[in-house]
């Protein structure tokens, strides 16, 4: 221990730049397991569509018309703000989001968690995942 005390005295930039990385190491850490804990792959999105999950696109209505996951009920990112008054029966059911690629529905989950939706999750890599596995896409008549 005397050593350890020794070294951070002799070399503080060295100890101080060690110390940053493990706090940072251990942040990145922390992330990355509460994103992949509230989300999901397209398996997992099927298995809750059959147990009658509310699925969520957020992407643009335009987008939506052009493809999207079979029963998704398109939402723009705005109105996540209001969701929780407009699916209120949905609170303690699962609710799965999508966008593309994944990232902005990260936020509307936080936002659905926030409004008290205790099974918000979001499919993991967004449509452009779930078109990479070959499941069908519906497109809008």
Same mark, same amino acid.
């Given at each position: 221990?005397?050593?350890?005390?020794? +070294?951070? /005295?002799? @070399?503080?930039?060295?100890?101080?730049?060690?110390?940053?990385?493990?706090?940072?190491?251990?942040? +990145?850490?922390?992330?990355?397991?509460? $994103?992949?804990?509230?989300?999901? /792959?397209?398996?997992?999105?099927?298995?809750? $569509?059959?147990?009658?999950?509310?699925?969520?696109?957020?992407?643009?209505?335009?987008?939506?018309?052009?493809? @999207?996951?079979?029963?998704?009920?398109? #939402?723009?990112?705005?109105?996540?703000? /209001?969701? =929780?008054?407009?699916?209120?029966?949905?609170?303690?059911?699962?609710?799965?989001? +999508?966008?593309?690629?994944?990232?902005?529905?990260?936020?509307?989950?936080?936002? #659905?968690?926030?409004?008290?939706?205790?099974?918000?999750?979001?499919?993991?890599? =967004? #449509?452009? =995942?779930?078109?990479?596995?070959?499941?069908?896409?519906?497109?809008?008549?």
């Amino acid at each position: 221990m005397d050593k350890l005390l020794q +070294y951070f /005295t002799a @070399h503080p930039l060295l100890a101080g730049s060690a110390v940053l990385a493990i706090v940072v190491l251990v942040a +990145y850490e922390a992330r990355n397991r509460t $994103m992949s804990a509230a989300s999901i /792959t397209s398996q997992d999105l099927i298995r809750l $569509m059959n147990q009658g999950a509310l699925v969520l696109d957020i992407r643009k209505p335009e987008e939506f018309a052009q493809g @999207h996951v079979g029963g998704a009920k398109n #939402l723009s990112s705005e109105k996540i703000l /209001t969701a =929780g008054e407009d699916f209120k029966k949905f609170k303690d059911k699962p609710v799965v989001v +999508y966008c593309d690629s994944g990232s902005l529905a990260a936020a509307a989950v936080r936002q #659905l968690q926030a409004q008290g939706f205790t099974k918000a999750f979001t499919l993991r890599g =967004g #449509l452009s =995942g779930w078109r990479a596995e070959n499941l069908p896409v519906k497109k809008a008549a």
